[in-house]
């Protein structure tokens, strides 16, 4: 079997495949091109167009992410090659770990009191106990399970959204149009884990937005695509550092619709929007690599594991 990976710092992720998978022939995309034509597989993370066009008779591709929109928006994408995503990988922990503090700095009021040290101000606010404080997680693959159920243990009453029923112990679990109202009216922070599709594209509009309880937070580790930014803006309300906050309280953002966010978004220097770089759940390459083993395993004896539906987008 011959397999071509694609990824930042390839040459990594190539030895710790073939270590995995000794059987196989692992070369990355610097090979030369009459190389990369013979491959039978890709392990792939938003590989080039091009990339996806060469190989003569590709029989699968591993998508190196939890997310597959990139790789079904690639027009180099051949039709019918059956696809496999990675699942949660470690990266559902990494992710756990972003939302856990997110969740604490607006329960425990740490954006007020950077305000407050702006204008040397010591005033303590009562502390909500977590009891009270209801944190909605959308979207409940994977990595949306793992999160919800790691705000769960630190005491928080959640509530999961998922498109079609799911049962999680120790999460109250809504699904359909219906549940995300319920939701969304009873939670102070709302996590977003949904996959980019064409169904869960701005699914944080104006109207979703003003569900919310007053004074509300938004995490986003999932994908920028999920919220109508001209509607976030104006739910923060005005652009200043005072105390005055629109019907949303803040915004902690790792996703954005265009990746990296332009030097012109207003979300740069909002005080009330904190941006960090798509780093909430970078691939951890060993338990990454396990799953891409036995995924191509699992394609060489013509059994593939949980392929992609690609007109779901998941
Ligand atoms: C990262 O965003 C991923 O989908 O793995």
Redesign the pocket.
């Known amino acids: 079997m011959k397999v071509l990976v694609h990824i930042d710092g390839a040459e990594q992720w190539r030895d710790a495949l073939a270590e995995r998978l000794p059987e196989a022939e692992v070369m990355t995309s610097s090979a030369p091109a009459e190389q990369r034509r013979e491959a039978d597989y890709l392990a792939v ?1 938003k590989p080039p167009e091009a990339l996806l066009r060469e190989p003569v008779a590709l029989k699968g591709i591993v998508n ?6 990139a790789l079904l928006n690639n027009p180099g994408l051949p039709e019918g090659v059956p696809i496999v995503k ?1 699942r949660d990988a470690g ?1 559902g922990e990494l992710i756990g770990d972003y939302v856990r503090y997110a969740v604490l700095h607006f329960q425990r009021d740490f954006d007020r009191y950077r305000r407050q040290q702006h204008v040397r101000q010591w005033r303590e606010h009562a502390v909500v106990d977590k009891a009270d404080w209801p944190v909605g997680v959308l979207g409940l693959g994977a990595i949306g399970a793992k999160v919800a159920a790691m705000v769960a243990a630190d005491g928080f009453p959640v509530h999961g959204w998922s498109r079609s029923a799911k049962r999680l112990s120790g999460i109250t679990c809504h699904h359909g149009d219906a549940g995300l109202e319920a939701l969304l009216v009873r939670v102070r922070t709302l996590v977003l884990l949904l996959p980019d599709t064409p169904a869960t594209r701005q699914i944080i509009d104006a109207r979703a937005l003003a569900r919310l309880p007053e004074g509300a937070s938004l995490v986003n580790p999932g ?1 920028g695509t999920l919220i109508d930014e001209v509607a976030l803006l104006a739910a923060l309300g005005p652009d200043d550092d005072a105390g005055s906050v629109g019907r949303l309280r803040g915004a902690i953002l790792d ?1 954005f619709p265009e990746e990296p966010l332009p030097e012109a978004s207003p979300l740069w220097r909002h005080p009330r929007v904190w941006v960090t770089p ?1 780093m909430a ?1 970078p ?1 951890p390459l060993g338990e990454a690599m396990d799953q891409v083993a036995e995924a191509l395993r699992a394609f060489a004896a013509g059994k593939p594991q949980a392929t992609v539906d690609p007109d779901a987008g998941y």
């Open positions: 993370w190196l992410g939890a997310g597959v929109d990675l990266m994908r996703a798509h759940g691939t």
